[in-house]
Protein backbone atom coordinates (compact mmCIF):
# COMPACT_ATOMS: atom_id res chain seq x y z
CA UNK A 1 0.00 0.00 0.00
CA UNK A 2 1.64 3.64 -0.93
CA UNK A 3 1.14 5.92 1.62
CA UNK A 4 2.54 9.49 1.19
CA UNK A 5 2.00 11.86 3.95
CA UNK A 6 2.95 15.38 4.37
CA UNK A 7 4.25 17.34 7.17
CA UNK A 8 5.83 20.87 8.57
CA UNK A 9 3.11 23.25 7.07
CA UNK A 10 1.70 26.01 9.62
CA UNK A 11 1.32 29.69 10.11
CA UNK A 12 4.27 32.11 9.02
CA UNK A 13 4.40 35.38 8.47
CA UNK A 14 5.61 36.73 5.40
CA UNK A 15 8.98 36.79 4.47
CA UNK A 16 9.75 33.68 6.90
CA UNK A 17 10.51 29.84 5.91
CA UNK A 18 8.84 26.83 6.01
CA UNK A 19 10.23 23.29 5.47
CA UNK A 20 7.90 20.89 4.26
CA UNK A 21 8.45 17.07 4.56
CA UNK A 22 7.02 14.36 2.98
CA UNK A 23 7.23 10.07 4.32
CA UNK A 24 6.89 7.76 2.05
CA UNK A 25 6.39 3.62 1.87
CA UNK A 26 5.11 1.35 -0.10
CA UNK A 27 7.22 2.37 -3.57
CA UNK A 28 10.88 1.82 -4.73
CA UNK A 29 11.54 5.44 -3.83
CA UNK A 30 15.07 5.91 -5.24
CA UNK A 31 14.00 5.52 -8.60
CA UNK A 32 10.51 7.50 -8.11
CA UNK A 33 10.07 10.89 -9.72
CA UNK A 34 8.72 12.70 -6.73
CA UNK A 35 6.85 16.73 -6.77
CA UNK A 36 5.54 19.26 -4.47
CA UNK A 37 1.87 20.37 -6.10
CA UNK A 38 -0.32 23.01 -4.34
CA UNK A 39 -3.66 24.42 -4.29
CA UNK A 40 -4.81 27.82 -3.00
CA UNK A 41 -8.42 28.61 -2.20
CA UNK A 42 -10.16 29.05 -5.51
CA UNK A 43 -7.55 28.04 -8.01
CA UNK A 44 -6.80 24.66 -9.61
CA UNK A 45 -3.42 22.75 -8.02
CA UNK A 46 -0.34 23.69 -9.81
CA UNK A 47 2.96 22.08 -9.71
CA UNK A 48 5.93 24.14 -7.48
CA UNK A 49 8.54 21.70 -7.82
CA UNK A 50 10.12 18.29 -8.93
CA UNK A 51 13.04 15.89 -8.40
CA UNK A 52 14.08 13.10 -10.49
CA UNK A 53 15.51 9.84 -9.57
CA UNK A 54 19.11 11.30 -10.12
CA UNK A 55 18.27 14.37 -8.18
CA UNK A 56 17.87 17.11 -11.10
CA UNK A 57 15.39 19.77 -9.56
CA UNK A 58 12.81 22.33 -11.94
CA UNK A 59 10.56 24.85 -10.20
CA UNK A 60 7.76 26.92 -10.90
CA UNK A 61 8.71 30.26 -11.97
CA UNK A 62 6.89 32.06 -8.98
CA UNK A 63 9.23 29.75 -6.17
CA UNK A 64 12.58 30.31 -8.08
CA UNK A 65 15.12 31.30 -5.73
CA UNK A 66 12.72 30.81 -2.89
CA UNK A 67 12.11 26.98 -2.61
CA UNK A 68 14.29 24.28 -2.74
CA UNK A 69 13.08 20.36 -3.24
CA UNK A 70 15.55 17.64 -2.13
CA UNK A 71 15.41 13.80 -1.61
CA UNK A 72 16.53 11.73 1.16
CA UNK A 73 17.18 8.51 -0.28
CA UNK A 74 18.08 6.41 2.82
CA UNK A 75 14.82 7.76 4.33
CA UNK A 76 12.44 7.65 2.02
CA UNK A 77 11.90 11.09 2.62
CA UNK A 78 11.58 14.41 0.38
CA UNK A 79 11.86 17.97 1.66
CA UNK A 80 10.57 21.79 0.33
CA UNK A 81 12.48 24.61 1.47
CA UNK A 82 10.34 27.45 1.67
CA UNK A 83 12.20 31.11 2.02
CA UNK A 84 11.07 34.37 2.13
CA UNK A 85 7.14 33.31 1.76
CA UNK A 86 4.79 35.21 0.56
CA UNK A 87 1.06 35.80 1.01
CA UNK A 88 0.54 34.22 -2.26
CA UNK A 89 2.30 30.67 -1.47
CA UNK A 90 -0.44 30.60 1.12
CA UNK A 91 -2.03 27.06 -0.55
CA UNK A 92 -2.13 22.87 1.08
CA UNK A 93 0.57 22.04 -0.47
CA UNK A 94 0.72 18.06 -1.58
CA UNK A 95 3.36 15.72 -1.91
CA UNK A 96 2.85 13.24 -5.18
CA UNK A 97 4.98 10.47 -6.61
CA UNK A 98 5.01 9.54 -10.47
CA UNK A 99 6.11 6.25 -10.96
CA UNK A 100 5.93 5.72 -14.79
CA UNK A 101 2.37 4.34 -14.23
CA UNK A 102 0.37 6.24 -12.08
CA UNK A 103 0.35 9.23 -9.78
CA UNK A 104 0.40 8.91 -5.98
CA UNK A 105 -0.80 12.27 -3.45
CA UNK A 106 -0.46 12.40 0.18
CA UNK A 107 -3.18 14.48 2.26
CA UNK A 108 -1.59 17.60 1.92
CA UNK A 109 -0.41 20.00 4.58
CA UNK A 110 -1.88 23.50 4.71
CA UNK A 111 0.27 26.62 4.50
CA UNK A 112 -0.77 30.41 5.62
CA UNK A 113 1.18 33.10 5.38
CA UNK A 114 0.13 36.26 6.58
CA UNK A 115 1.22 39.52 5.81
Known amino acids: QVQLVESGGGLVQAGGSLRLSCTTSGIVFKSTFMRWSRQAPGKQRELVAA???????NYADSVKGRFTISRDNAKNMIYLQMNSLKSEDTAVYYC?????????WGQGTQVTVSS
Open 51 to 57: ITSGGNT
Open 96 to 104: NAYTGSRTY
